[in-house]
């Protein structure tokens, strides 16, 4: 049986996405991931309601302004926020992981 795929967009790959594939803990699962780089907020957050996307690594203000009809296309959607990030992870948290 093939891998199920989840198709994810943003302005930068996440740490955390590219430590779980490193770590194989998404093919464990049966799981690819494809990660896009979107050139603005637009064609990202129109790709994901079109379905060319699965999952979208985007700012809060976005999908409140999209959910609000105050998007490109002046609709109202059911966007949600399923995940929060933290911005004050330091680049050396990750050290260890990176020199084993």
Do not use: Y
């Amino acid at each position: 049986m093939g891998k199920d795929i989840i198709k994810i967009v943003g302005f930068e790959k996440d740490i955390t996405l590219s430590v779980a594939e490193t770590k194989g803990f998404f093919s464990a699962q049966n799981l690819e991931i494809t990660f896009d780089q979107t050139p603005n907020s637009t064609t990202e957050i129109s790709g994901l309601l079109t379905g060319k996307w699965d999952v979208a690594f985007d700012n809060g203000d976005n999908v409140v302004a999209w959910d609000e009809g105050q998007g490109a296309d002046g609709e109202v959607h059911d966007l949600f926020i399923f995940m929060g990030g933290c911005p004050g992870i330091k680049p050396g948290a990750f050290r260890k992981f990176r020199h084993k």
